[in-house]
DNA sequence: CGGCATCCGGACCGATACTG
DNA sequence: CAGTATCGGTCCGGATGCCG
């Protein structure tokens, strides 16, 4: 099979949209409705307010959330997930399947290569 | 769900295993059968010999591939999917669909996006 | 043929300070 | 509250050259 490998280059252009180190946890609170940005911050633990700027930016840019303002005093901005981003997730979560089977075997192979 | 984001997590550790730029289109090209080092650098057009050291080394250490050495001159290498990397390839499907289905709507927004 | 060592540019990411 | 701007560290990846 000669498409193989454009199926390897489009997931890896999928894993260029959520491959960072915080795409995931974000959209990850999100999946519970739509977040504020002060809940973002709290809810994804360690990420700092440019990392979440950043990445809310990028996602909206691709489409996986949508940016909602409410123009008052104190500024109000929230952010959800589209429809396309929900499927995204949805599509994860087969590897996240694989990870819970895999995980270990795969720490203990490390482990056993790493020892030598 | 307060489990929500341990998927994401584990996710993310599948991500960080294939998730660099040349470990699935390796992964790829291995589905084919047992490859030599050289054939590899052949078959996946744009990869440094570095860079193909390191990748296979990688994939090596996580147990996505296995290692031969036919000790002859000149040297043969050779390498393999493991039965645990094609479980990992064959997850991987479930998003080539997805990005089959979405790159294009994705690419539009994006460019709807960048037009502001 | 297969692999390692070194150098280097750029991308990613975090901390901090400042703004509407 | 929700950003923006700047600086600095770290790591990925490419180019080159050498070794068994």
Redesign the pocket.
């Known amino acids: 099979m000669q498409d193989e490998d454009e199926v390897c280059r489009e997931v890896l252009q999928i894993v260029?949209l959520v491959?960072?180190?915080?795409s995931l946890p974000v959209l990850g609170q999100l999946r519970g409705g739509r977040r504020?940005?002060?809940?973002?911050?709290r809810a994804v633990p360690?990420?700092?307010?440019?990392?979440?700027?950043?990445?809310?930016?990028k996602l909206e840019r691709d489409g996986l959330v949508s940016?909602h303002?409410h123009a008052s005093v104190?500024?109000?901005?929230?952010?959800e997930l589209t429809g396309i981003g929900r499927s995204l997730l949805v599509a994860t979560l087969g590897l996240g399947e694989w990870a819970a089977e895999h995980r270990v075997a795969i720490a203990a192979h490390r482990h056993r290569f790493d020892a030598n």
């Open positions: 260029s491959g960072d180190k915080w504020r940005f002060g809940e973002l911050q360690g990420i700092s307010q440019r990392m979440l700027t950043v990445t809310v930016r940016r303002v104190p500024p109000q901005v929230a952010y």
